[in-house]
């Protein structure tokens, strides 16, 4: 299971969000995997992904973290992920990781399908794949759909419903920009899985069609 499967949203706005990420099996690829881990950073890097990180040390959009020097600290069994908004350049990413064969596990959440012609393309067939069952319980309790859409792109929960409707209220009074917004939601994603690039889609969007509970 991964945080990453939560992610919530209408098809169309799914299409521009896709996370890659290395993990490693204790007793099976775990020890010495350290120097793998950080060469599959530095071909994500490599593609200009819209978010990277390391879900012990920071993502890419955090004030105190430099790339490079995250990479240097990755150790054994870290979990190192990275976001793309294209299926090409993801293409690219698993056509590289392909050629450096570097035996650890390597997983991608998207839309299946298409999650699944990349694979085809770059000449390979998925293992395995996992679906989220959905939230089930209090469903009554659960934040608007909207704040959702955010909330779930870190998997974590480290997005605050709180935050994420303050900066769409800041957006709202032209305190923020959509951009400005997304990246200081970014920031609260350790691990890296936040797209800001579809946040700040969505918070275009709510500009053109109104907010959570105001007219435009």
Known sequence: MTNTLHRQGIASDLRQDYTIFVHTAKGINREGSAEKIREFMRICLKHNPVNMGDMKIGSMHQDNVQMDELIGRQTDGTVGAAVFTDLDTLGRVVEELIRADLGICINISGLMEEVQECCKKAGISRHSAEHSLGVWGAKDRLPEREVQ????????????????????????????????????????????????????????????????????
Not at 151 to 165: A, E, K, P, W, Y
Not at 195 to 207: V, Y
Request: proline share 4%; charged share 25%; glycine share 6%.
């Open 149 to 216: 859409e955010f909330n779930t792109m870190c998997g974590h929960g480290m997005v605050s419903f709180n935050l994420i409707r303050k900066m769409i209220e800041q957006v709202r009074l032209r305190r923020l920009t959509p951009r400005r917004a997304s990246l200081m939601m970014a920031k609260c994603c350790m691990c890296g899985a936040f797209n800001p690039a579809r946040a700040e889609a969505l918070l275009d969007k709510m500009l053109e069609k109104g907010f959570l509970h105001s007219p435009r």
